[in-house]
Structures are given as C-alpha cells and as structure tokens.
C-alpha cells in the first residue's frame, strides 16, 4: 500500500514565493545593466565595438581646447603619458573660471557601519529601525509639496533574501516605519526611474546591497557587528511580507499626561 504524502499548502506557497523573488532579483540585476549601459552610452562609450571612439567636443570645448606641442627637430619625444582632458570637465580643478561642480548629495551616500557615528546634521535612525527578521539596509531622504519625507530600506535576516521598503514617511512617524513593499531602490533612493534623486541616503549596511553578489553570505558577519554594538532584534525570525500584512496591526499608544488622562 503506498504512503499517503502529505502537502503544506503553507510550504508551497512559499516555494512559489521563493521562486517568485529569484525572478525579481534576476530582473532587477537586469535593470542594473542596463543602468550602467546607458550610463555609458552617456559619455559616448560603445559597448557592441572593441574600439572606443573619443566624443566630439562641442563649440565651448573647441574653445578650450590646447592641442599637444609638436616636437622641434632634433629634441627627444616626451616620454611622459599625455592625458587627455575629458570634454567639458577638463581645466575644472585648476581654472578658477571654471569651479568645480558641486556633486549632489544625493548621488553620494553617506556610510555608516555599524559604530560609526554619522554627520551632526543627519538624524540616527538606527536603532529606532531594527525589526525582527529584517537588517536595516538604508533610509533616505526627499523633500516633497507636502513637507520632508523619509523611506526606509531593509533586507531579511535569514532564508532567501528580501528587499523591502517602506512608504514615505514624515520626520515625526518615520521611526515607526516598517515594509509597505518590495523594492531594490536602497541602491540609490530611487523607487521609479524618472524620480529625483532624494537630499540625502545613508547606507548602513553598504556590503549587503543587491549589487553585492556576495550579500546573501555576508548577512551572519554583518549580524555579528550588530550584536556587539546591543542591538537585541531576532535575526532568526522568518520574516514574509505577505505574512506579516495579514496580522493584526497592534493598538495604538495614546500618550497620557502626569494625572493619567490619555491626550
């Protein structure tokens, strides 16, 4: 007589889950090449063709532009390396008619390991985002017609790796934050292409970003540097999205002034 084999319902529907994520993870990765792939096509580098063909510079470079010195007969060639001036940029740095662009802050994360204190003007948000199951990956910062909103970003502690995000929040209720979605944006703060860059990203956990290919191994080292700075959050915990939006949200806490009445 054959064995009856039993089948969770519960189990299969996270195999599929899990399946389900490797697609998205694959996709975003995809999304990252073609990102770098535009990204050079920017600056004029064909990415079919061995050979990289130098831009054409514009009438403003043209202007600027000093053409190398021929050599006089009879003097040795310069051995030295010429470098090129890149179009646009070159004679920045010493030219005081041409400063330095300032870079944008949003294009420059600021790192953050763990114990590593951050700049006097960014909020520490570190410990107030600890969930159970989840490693705080980033959070960044945007300001929007409605005010300063802030998105957090983490990633599971154990399992399949699982990128999640929340909603915007603003300053007074961010440290409440928790998933709303899944999302690979703890890259740059940008949610959709075509959205501005935010003020500000921290990353506080810069090694296990998606564009690691080793992040998933990294998880137990980085888990250990948050031990030792106190943190108490179950990084066991097996934390599902889908399982978590079907729990009951807890009451929410009224504060109550010195005579017990509630505000």
């Known amino acids: 007589m054959p064995y009856a084999v039993s089948v969770n319902s519960d189990d299969i529907m996270e195999l599929l889950d899990d399946l389900q994520e490797l697609t998205d993870q694959g996709a975003a990765l995809g999304m990252q090449i073609k990102k770098i792939t535009r990204t050079l096509c920017k600056f004029g580098l064909d990415t079919n063709s061995k050979e990289i063909p130098f831009p054409k510079l514009g009438s403003s470079e043209q202007a ?24 646009g940029l070159h004679n920045r740095d010493t030219n005081p008619d041409h400063p330095p662009a300032k870079k944008s802050p949003g294009l420059t994360p600021v790192l953050a ?5 951050l700049p006097a003007n960014i909020p520490d948000y570190r410990l107030m985002l600890q969930r159970d199951g989840l490693i705080l990956l980033a959070w960044d910062k ?12 983490w990633v599971t502690s154990t399992g399949i ?23 690979y944006a703890a890259e740059d703060g940008i ?8 003020e500000y990203l921290v990353h506080v956990a810069p090694e296990l970003m998606m564009s690691n290919p080793q992040h998933r191994e990294l998880r137990s080292e980085h888990i250990k540097m948050l031990k030792l700075q106190g943190y108490n959050t179950n990084y066991n915990y097996k934390y ?18 010195p005579h017990g009445r509630a505000s």
């Open 64 to 87: 600027n532009f000093i053409p190398p010195k021929k050599e006089k007969a009879g003097r040795p060639a310069d051995s030295r390396p010429k470098i090129i001036p890149f179009p």
């Open 113 to 117: 390991m763990p114990g590593i204190p």
């Open 191 to 198: 949610e959709f292409y075509g959205q501005e860059a935010p």
């Open 240 to 257: 599902l999205l889908k399982t978590e939006k079907k729990r009951p949200l807890p009451p929410k806490k009224h504060n109550t002034d």
């Open 161 to 183: 790796p699982r990128f999640y995000a929340s909603k915007p929040f603003c300053p007074v209720d961010f440290s409440h934050a928790h998933p709303d979605h899944k999302s």
């Open 142 to 153: 945007r300001r929007t017609e409605t005010g300063e909103r802030y998105t957090a970003y």
